[in-house]
């Protein structure tokens, strides 16, 4: 297999768009498709602070190397969720790699801030690690940003993930949840900071593809909470409805998103709603629909028990 750009070696063939490309000519696919992201949904400029979280992953590892050599202005935030030998791994990971690059990173530590790893946490009020894990990481990620002034937060979301939330959230019929996702999201107001996914243009394969051509370091594992998680289910399905018929999971999606837009201009009137619903929590200040935020009524649980 030939690239189709240059005639070198090709290291990945890319069936939905009918061509392949070698290492040099993957990376800047890559780059290209994360520029276009970024200029479609009008998600930042170079003027902008744009704080990347970080789980040490391949996804989002090659998002903030895509960045940085694109010459945004960009800072790592790394969650450390207290997970064992994972966490230790996956922190090591992101230090060496924002390091070498000269790149700010900012550190929370669960298990010195919130008390106790998320296995334990978790435990402790009752609720499935993933779903107390989404909630601190949300709010910190909402809270750096908005705290050391960043005009976004970007994650590694990429063209599969975003697929296979849309599936789920399709095949429960969650109206709410498909109202609101979309690659970027509007800092609707005070204390509530911009969120952008720059490589939802990318597929999986892609993204590790570029890793592992540009040699980042990355933690190959998975998070060991990750098992059976429903997520990889719908991934699984479109990457057989994709193996079948190329495209099917970038129609899919994209397909979805230009409906959004064309349709009522829904993820414009949800910055509206958003300023309609939101108010400060009465302990944190954070935005939340209610009194008290979910993260704050977590945290009040697990000290009662
Ligand atoms: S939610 Fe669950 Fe992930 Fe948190 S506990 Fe691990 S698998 S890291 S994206
Ligand atoms: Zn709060």
Not at 126 to 141: E, L, N, Q, V
Not at 147 to 162: I, K
Not at 195 to 216: C, G, H, Q, S, T
Request: a positive charge; glycine letters at 8%.
């Amino acid at each position: 297999m030939r690239c189709r750009k240059c005639s070198n070696k090709a290291v990945l063939g890319i069936p939905r768009h009918h061509t392949a490309f070698c290492g040099t000519c993957l990376t800047d696919f890559v780059s290209q498709q994360v520029m276009r992201a970024i200029k479609e949904e009008d998600m930042f400029t170079k003027a902008d602070r744009v704080l990347v979280a970080v789980s040490g992953g391949k996804d989002s590892l090659s998002l903030l190397d895509v960045l940085h050599r694109l010459g945004y202005d960009v800072a790592g935030l790394y969650v450390d969720l207290g997970i064992g030998e994972y966490s230790r791994l996956s922190k090591s990971k992101v230090e060496r790699f924002t390091q070498m690059r000269g790149i700010r990173l900012h550190v929370h530590q669960v298990l010195e801030t919130e008390g106790a790893g998320i296995n334990d946490l978790s435990d402790l009020i009752h609720r499935p690690a993933c779903s107390t894990c989404g909630t601190i990481k949300r709010y910190h990620f909402n809270r750096t940003a908005v705290e050391h002034g960043y005009a976004v937060l970007a994650t590694g979301h990429n063209l599969d993930d975003e697929a296979a939330r849309l599936l789920g959230n399709v095949l429960h019929w969650q109206t709410e949840y498909l109202k609101k996702q979309g690659p970027s999201l509007p800092d609707s107001l005070d204390g509530f900071a911009k969120k952008v996914k720059p490589l939802f243009r990318v597929a999986e394969r892609e993204v590790a593809a570029y890793a592992i051509v540009n040699r980042l370091d990355y933690i190959v594992e998975e998070c060991p909470n990750a098992k059976g998680a429903k997520m990889l289910l719908y991934k699984d399905m479109l990457n057989r409805l994709e193996h079948e018929s190329p495209g099917t999971k970038q129609m899919f999606y994209w397909g979805f998103l230009a409906m959004q837009k064309t349709g009522s201009g829904q993820r414009l009137s949800m910055a509206e709603n958003d300023r309609a619903i939101l108010q400060p929590c009465l302990k944190c200040s954070q935005p939340t629909t209610s009194e008290i935020c979910g993260y704050c009524r977590m945290m009040a649980r697990a000290q009662t028990v």
